[in-house]
């Protein structure tokens, strides 16, 4: 498969196809017994760990679906972290951690450790997380699973905007069919074979409707 910078793809396929572990081999968090895996002209197979763990700190924002929030630090902290492991936990990143949490509706959950909050809440720190170092490349698994309609069309929005205002890529696994709509392009997991599934002709895509 192959995405250019600025698409947004919706990954869909069954439970157990394969979704989770695709956006591992882009991320680099697991590596390929066979293939190339290239992010923004880098092979990730033949880099070493140490670079390929900074090059993702870096370059990608990574949504999981086992959210990863360090217990024993609060919501904001584990927001934070992200910007120490990068080195960048100036003003700048500060500000937009804030951002991100008000935007996400946990703007005053800030000193709240993971534990007291519901799935939703924590899959919302979990996308506060995933952006706050402003990634170029955003890696989303299934990013809305936890929330209900209204919470999900925001994050929904929120991501999109990243992609259509700031020229993020998205590549966002999820079960839920309403994506397809407002995706650039959607792919599913068969078998262990990646399909693209075709548009509809008739049907002019977003970014031809928003441009
Ligand atoms: N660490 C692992 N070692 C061995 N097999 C694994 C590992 N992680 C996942 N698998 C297997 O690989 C297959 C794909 O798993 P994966 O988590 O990528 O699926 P998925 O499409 O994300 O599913 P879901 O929609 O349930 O999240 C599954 O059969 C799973 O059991
Ligand atoms: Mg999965």
Do not use: C, W
Not at 10 to 39: F, N, P, Q, W
Not at 127 to 137: C, Q, S
Request: no cysteine; aromatic share 2%.
């Amino acid at each position: 498969m192959t995405v250019d910078p600025g698409e947004f793809i919706v990954l869909l396929g069954r439970s157990g196809s394969g979704k989770t572990t695709l956006l591992h081999l882009i991320a680099g968090i697991e590596t390929a017994d066979e293939g190339r895996v290239v992010v923004a002209g880098r092979s990730l197979g033949t880099i070493g760990d140490r670079e390929r763990t900074l090059f993702r700190r870096q370059h990608i924002g990574m949504i999981f679906q086992s959210l990863n929030l360090i217990p024993t630090l609060t919501v904001r902290e584990n927001v934070e972290l992200r910007l120490e492991l990068n080195r960048s936990r100036d003003a700048d990143g500060i500000a937009r951690g804030r951002a991100l949490l008000d935007h996400v509706g946990l703007g005053d959950r800030g000193d709240s450790y993971p534990d007291v909050l519901s799935g939703g809440e924590r899959q919302r720190v979990a996308i506060a997380a995933a952006l706050v170092h402003d990634p170029d490349l955003i890696l989303a698994d299934e990013p809305t699973g936890n929330l209900d309609a209204t919470r999900g069309t925001e994050i929904v929005t929120l991501l999109d905007q990243l992609v259509r205002r700031d020229g993020k890529t998205l590549v966002m696994a999820t079960h839920s069919l309403e994506m397809i709509g407002i995706a650039d392009r959607v792919l599913t997991i068969e078998e262990g074979q990646i399909v693209e599934v075709p548009g509809d002709p008739s049907r002019p895509s977003d970014r031809e409707r928003r441009s």
